[in-house]
């Protein structure tokens, strides 16, 4: 009943169709990369592609438990909190990665901090911060059904657990993202000289993967808050956010 329901709702919405076909593919492209970095790349030490593996490993999950969302259904009370719960985490997880990304850039070019031997403090909070999210969402019972998923409910929450953080993430990047293309920019003129043996040497590559989450974040941060502001999507800012 639920997976009738579930499809009948995909099948009368575009935007419900594009997204399922979208996270195929990203489960498909993140197992790739997921693959390729345990299989063939030989520095594990490496703290940027370690970053890129997790980066990979919280979308996939993400990707998956939306999936199983659309497999199981709903309908059940508990189905519908395990999926909002893991959503939430995964979703939450995967801000962090990027962040830590452009901290590690941010490290190596502008503080000149070539070694960093704690990355286990990247593990406690990119996993430690999206369980407490989790388990305050939980304590309040703010988690339940919205449209073909379950998510947080209430306006104020929204903004609590999800608006509040993201936009944070959002301005940190942001600002570390200028300040290495500013740095880039002195480079190129030869006010300052990079190492480029050490692997966070900045160059343009490097910095899109600064700049795509913020961008793709900008969308997904400004869908919500205008529908928490006036009561209905923009109808534009929904299709770009769901994609």
């Not at 197992?31 to 970095?37: D, G, Q």
């Not at 199981?72 to 979703?91: M, P, S, T």
């Not at 901090?113 to 989790?134: D, M, S, T």
Request: hydrophobic share 55%.
């Amino acid at each position: 009943r639920g997976l009738l329901r579930g499809r009948i709702m995909v099948l009368s919405d575009p935007v419900y169709g594009l997204v399922y076909p979208f996270l195929l593919l990203s489960i498909i492209g993140l197992s790739l990369v997921m693959i390729s970095y345990v299989m063939f790349y030989r520095d594990k030490n490496d703290d940027l592609h370690k970053i890129i593996f997790y980066l990979a490993l919280s979308d996939w999950c993400r990707s998956v438990w939306w999936i199983l969302t659309f497999i199981l259904g709903i309908d059940h009370e508990y189905v519908c909190i395990a999926q909002a719960l893991g959503a939430q985490f995964f979703f939450v997880a995967s801000w962090f990665w990027p962040l830590f990304f452009a901290v590690r850039l941010y490290m190596a070019n502008i503080l000149d901090i070539v070694e960093f031997r704690k990355f286990w403090a990247f593990h406690v909070v990119a996993w430690g911060f999206p369980l407490l999210v989790c388990l305050l969402g939980y304590t309040l019972d703010v988690y339940g059904q919205i449209g073909l998923w379950c998510w947080v409910t209430d306006n104020f929450y929204q903004i609590v657990l999800n608006e509040f953080p993201l936009g944070a993430m959002i301005i940190i990047q942001t600002y570390i993202l200028i300040a290495i293309l500013y740095q880039m920019i002195r480079y190129r003129r030869g006010y300052v000289t990079i190492d480029h043996s050490n692997s966070g040497a900045t160059s343009s590559r490097l910095v899109l993967f600064i700049a795509v989450p913020v961008f793709c974040w900008t969308f997904g941060f400004a869908d919500r808050a205008y529908e928490i502001v006036n009561k209905e999507p923009l109808y534009i800012l929904y299709v770009l956010h769901s994609i």
